[in-house]
């Protein structure tokens, strides 16, 4: 009998992710790469990328589900399932049937709450809020510094409040607090706040204990810790968590797979 492997492509607006499993569902390829200004060249270039791995799309026995911002842009995808369900998927293989997921993306954060494995309720913020990992990296650069450099100053900094709920409003108050010759680790503790406030304030919406931190930002300590200060929880997470929706589309494709 041939091997057979489920492949899960995460097509994000910033980061493509892409997870293999095999028969057994264990964890044999991970793939991560940027977008890009096309999800019909990063799907390409996925293909590419697992053909060069030995995981070659319309392999015998290997089946392939998309997922995120650019799913239907996969041509050999065998299905398309919706974000809310992979991240859903993924999540409880990561850390249990139960609980919360906080995926802050690069367009959109989801909150998706979980019950015996499966997704009870869930809210997404409004895409121009200044609450997703692309605002982060916006200020970042106009820090001119890396995010994750920006994450060291911020533990350094001040509290410093920065209100809007637009990112180019908010943008325009990192400048104003430039110009005022603010301390850029005093900025850059206000622009993680910023985001983390508005995490908090959406996980209002679908939340319960534990609370799990998927997505680009899982490699963020500093995040992670005003999460867990912000909600008075520790927040868990894990290298892994980056390829929840991929993890997630991968363990549907193994289910076709099987069948």
């Known amino acids: ?16 992710k892409v997870a293999v ?32 791995s030995g995981f070659p799309v319309g392999g015998r026995g290997t089946r ?3 997922t995120g911002y650019g799913r239907i842009a996969v041509p050999y995808a065998d ?40 997704v009870a309720k869930f809210a997404m913020n409004d895409k121009c809020a200044a609450g997703t990992g692309r605002f982060l990296e916006i200020m970042a650069d106009r820090l ?12 350094r900094g001040a509290e410093t409040k920065i209100s809007s709920m637009c990112t180019v409003f ?13 301390p850029r ?20 919406q679908a939340a319960a204990a534990p609370y799990f931190l998927t997505g680009g930002l899982c490699d963020n300590g500093f995040v992670v810790e005003r999460l ?8 868990a997470t894990c290298p892994e968590a980056r390829y929840a929706g991929a993890l997630g589309a991968a363990d549907r494709a193994l289910a076709l797979a099987r069948s």
Do not use: N, W, Y
């Not at 009998?1 to 493509?16: K, L, N, P, Q």
């Not at 028969?23 to 940027?34: D, F, K, N, S, Y």
């Not at 908010?170 to 603010?182: C, D, F, K, Q, T």
């Not at 867990?228 to 927040?235: C, G, T």
């Open 1 to 16: 009998m041939a091997e057979i492997f489920g492949i899960g492509v995460d097509i994000g607006s910033t980061a493509t």
């Open 79 to 118: 299905k398309v399932v919706t974000e809310i369900t992979c991240h859903g998927i993924g999540a409880v293989r990561l850390f249990g049937a139960s609980g919360t997921v906080i995926d802050v993306g690069g367009q959109d954060t989801k909150v998706i709450q979980l019950k015996g494995g499966r």
């Open 21 to 52: 499993l095999d028969g057994a569902g264990a964890i044999v390829h991970t793939e991560l790469m940027p977008t890009g200004f096309s999800s019909v060249d990063a799907a390409e270039r996925v293909a590419d990328a697992l053909v060069s």
């Open 185 to 204: 680790e005093d900025i850059a503790r206000g622009v993680i706040d910023s985001v983390v406030t508005r995490v908090v304030a959406l996980v209002g």
């Open 228 to 235: 867990s200060a912000l909600l008075s929880e520790p927040v």
């Open 170 to 182: 908010a943008e325009s108050e990192v400048i104003s607090l430039i110009g005022r010759g603010v």
């Open 64 to 66: 392939v589900v998309a």
């Open 144 to 155: 001119g510094v890396s995010q994750r450099d920006m994450a060291s100053m911020a533990r």
